[in-house]
Every structure is written in structure tokens, then in C-alpha cells.
């Protein structure tokens, strides 16, 4: 790793996107380090949603269990009062498992309007080096079954997405089947600010 800098100015705004169990939030956290940027793990907000007592709660308690995809409208409203903080309070940011179907793809660019991500950072790893990862890890998701399930819908919904995301022309595919440190450096080294003040991306 080529080590981590300091918060800096750069206000970037990024997006993470990878099958389970390949590095999202481990990475997600480490730029956020480097680039002084807030991670914004949906996963963890719906966990932490499902943790209340709420009617809601409970669906998406069983939802998560089962390895299943949350509903969009969910989804969408925990990421845009999210987002609505940080962008009041000026921060940049790195979504960490979001979007992941081509529907929140589009609703996030609604959102997002004039300010559009600076790149969607996708990291390929295969899915019997994933499966090894998470068994090792053992989240209350990561049994067997859930860890297929949650596979078969990256296949189904998020790969449909990153190729439509990839006409676009915003995507950085990086091989996350490296050490966490390589993974890191490849990610930093595609992401080339520009003039110190805002985002670009590096040559593909
Ligand atoms: P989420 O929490 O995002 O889970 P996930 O996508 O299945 O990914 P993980 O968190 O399991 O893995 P990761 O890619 O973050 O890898 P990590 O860095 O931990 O989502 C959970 C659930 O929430 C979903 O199943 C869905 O139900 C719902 N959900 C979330 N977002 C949604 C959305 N947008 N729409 C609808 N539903 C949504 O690494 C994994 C392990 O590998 C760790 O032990 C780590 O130390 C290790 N590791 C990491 N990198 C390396 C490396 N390079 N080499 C070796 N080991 C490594
Ligand atoms: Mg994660």
C-alpha cells in the first residue's frame, strides 16, 4: 500500500459496487480514509434498520436473513436522507453496495443531479473465492445457502446494471482477487484528481 494520506479537500463522490464478499467494505473504508470521505454501507443501514421495533424492521429483518435484495423504496429512502446529510455538510462520500440493480442505478442518478458520481468502482473477484472469504468471516448472513442466494442476485440484477452502467462510460473494473493493499493501489492509482479540487477519472 502506498499509505494513507490525509483527509484531503477532494470532494469525491463514488460508488462501490462488487459481489458479496469481495472487498466493498474493506475498500470503501480505506478510500474513505484516503480521500477524507464519509462510507455510506447500505447494508449496514438496512442492518441497522432491521435492529428497531418497527413493523418494517421486521420485513427487512427476514429479507436479510434470507439473503434477499430490500425493496427499492427502502432502499432508496435510507440512501437519500443519507446522502442529504452529507451533502449539507459538504462531505464527500462512497456508496459501499449501492446501487445494485439498473432501478436504483436510475433513481440514484435522479438524486444525484448536478452532481454527478466521479466513478463506480467495480471489483471482480469469482464466486468460489468469495464463498471461501465469507465462511471465514461468519456475519449472521454468511451461511451457505444465504451466501448463494445473495451471489445469484448480484448475477441477476447488478451485473445487467454494471454492463449498462459500462455503455455510460463511468465504470473502473478492478481485479479484487489481490491483496488488500494491491486492490487499494489500483483503485487509487485509476482515480486521478484533477486540479486538486475535483475528482476525475484515470485512464482506463
Ligand atoms: P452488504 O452488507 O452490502 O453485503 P454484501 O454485498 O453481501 O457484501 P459483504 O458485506 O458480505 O462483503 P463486502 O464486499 O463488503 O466484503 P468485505 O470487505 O466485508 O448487504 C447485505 C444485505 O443487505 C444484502 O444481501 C441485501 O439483502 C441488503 N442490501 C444491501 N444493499 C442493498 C441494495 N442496494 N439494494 C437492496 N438490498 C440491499 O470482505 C469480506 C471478507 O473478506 C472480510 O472478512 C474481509 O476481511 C475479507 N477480505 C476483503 N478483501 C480481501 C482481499 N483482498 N483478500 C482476502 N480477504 C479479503
Ligand atoms: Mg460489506
Known amino acids: 500500500m502506498t499509505g494513507v494520506t490525509p483527509a484531503s479537500p ?14 466493498k467494505g474493506t475498500q470503501a473504508r480505506l478510500l474513505a480514509e484516503r480521500y477524507g470521505l464519509d462510507p455510506v454501507s447500505t447494508g449496514q443501514l438496512l442492518r441497522d434498520l432491521a435492529a428497531r421495533h418497527t413493523p ?16 427499492n423504496r427502502i432502499v ?26 439498473t432501478p436504483q442505478a436510475l433513481a440514484f442518478d435522479a438524486m444525484l443531479q448536478a452532481h454527478a458520481l466521479d466513478a463506480v468502482v467495480v471489483l471482480d473477484v469469482p464466486p468460489e ?3 471461501t472469504r465469507l465462511a471465514e468471516r461468519g456475519r449472521h448472513d454468511d451461511g451457505r445457502s444465504t451466501i448463494e442466494r445473495r451471489v445469484r442476485s448480484y448475477e441477476r440484477e447488478t451485473k445487467p446494471m454494471i ?3 459500462q455503455r ?11 491483496s488488500i ?5 489500483d483503485i487509487a492509482a485509476r482515480l486521478t484528481p484533477v486540479d486538486g479540487m475535483t475528482g476525475g477519472l484515470g485512464a482506463t
Not at 56 to 71: D, F, N, Q
Not at 168 to 178: A, C, F, H, K, T
Not at 181 to 185: G, I, K, R, W
Open 129 to 131: 473465492i468469495v464463498a
Open 10 to 23: 477532494i470532494r469525491l463522490r463514488l460508488a462501490l459496487v462488487g459481489p458479496p464478499g469481495s472487498g
Open 181 to 185: 493493499e494491491q486492490v487499494h493501489d
Open 76 to 101: 432508496l429512502d435510507v440512501v437519500r436522507k443519507r446522502l442529504a446529510a452529507l451533502e449539507a455538510a459538504g462531505r464527500g462520500w462512497i456508496m459501499d453496495g449501492f446501487p445494485r440493480t
Open 163 to 165: 454492463e449498462r452502467m
Open 56 to 71: 418494517i424492521a421486521r420485513v427487512v429483518r427476514g429479507l436479510l436473513e434470507a439473503g434477499r435484495l430490500v425493496p
Open 168 to 178: 455510460d462510460g463511468s465504470v473502473l473494473r478492478v481485479d479484487g482477487d489481490q
